[in-house]
């Protein structure tokens, strides 16, 4: 579908603005750019991959060939790009809702922004200006933003316990897996023999003496880190 890719959404749009705006439109960006606090509110909306405005001038248009025939444009163009997750009204609600101050002060320059509020008037202008997105790629169609940096937390939480549990007792590791779990590291449950003392948990191949924890095989590093599971049944 265009525009669409797995849970993701690609928005282009291409506003015009008279010549003499485009200084003033690019001075507000370097400052953007400097001053990053100003960018606050658009890293809170998580959902949101990627967002850029670009400013092209009507002079920078690329001219291939001497019989392609020249255009005089009365205009620059303020190019924005965004990919996110959600529905093109949602995003558009959430853009009119948090960050209407942010808009007004880059789309004010473009030639008939209606303003960020009301939202209806946005969302007509936005209709207007869009260019549909004929091919996307996403190397994560399936997945939300959020869903990729709690994986990203979760790597970064087993593979910093795999490498300071390779010493520890059972019982120490039990203590330090517990502690990683209270960190919000979901347990992780395998079909294993749980009955007696010194138990081996089939799936792992591996000894432990605890009945709440097996060790196994690290696939990641190639040896034997301090990967608890938690036997069923218990």
């Known amino acids: 579908m265009t525009n669409i890719n797995g849970k993701a959404y690609a928005m282009n749009a291409v506003t015009p603005m008279k010549p003499w705006k485009t200084p003033l439109l690019r001075i507000f960006f370097f400052i953007l ?3 990053k606090p100003l960018q606050k509110d658009l890293k809170d909306l998580s959902f949101i991959h990627f967002a850029r405005w670009v400013v092209v001038s009507r002079h920078s248009l690329p001219h291939l060939s001497e019989r392609q025939p020249r ?3 009365q205009y620059d ?3 924005f790009f965004s990919n996110f997750n959600g529905t093109w009204n949602q ?3 959430a853009f009119s809702a948090a960050l209407y101050h942010g808009l007004d002060a880059i789309w004010m320059w473009s030639e008939k922004y209606p303003g960020a509020r009301p939202v209806t008037a946005l969302k007509q202008y936005i209709g207007l200006v869009q260019f549909d997105t004929d091919y996307y790629y996403n190397v994560y169609p399936h997945s939300a933003t959020n869903d990729v940096k709690a994986a990203l937390r979760v790597q970064e939480a087993f593979t910093a316990f795999a490498r300071t549990s390779q010493s ?3 019982e120490e590791f039990g ?3 517990l502690a990683l779990e209270g960190q919000g590291i979901p347990r992780s449950r395998v079909d294993g023999d749980c009955s007696g003392g010194d138990i081996v948990c ?3 191949a591996a000894r432990c003496t605890d009945l709440r924890f097996c060790l196994r095989l690290s696939k ?3 040896s034997k880190s301090a990967i608890p599971w938690s036997c069923a049944g218990i």
């Open 33 to 35: 750019g400097l001053i």
């Open 71 to 73: 255009e005089e444009l």
């Open 77 to 79: 163009y303020l190019l």
């Open 91 to 93: 995003y558009i609600d």
């Open 168 to 170: 520890l007792s059972p």
């Open 175 to 177: 203590k330090a897996w």
């Open 202 to 204: 089939r799936t792992s």
């Open 220 to 222: 990641t590093t190639g």
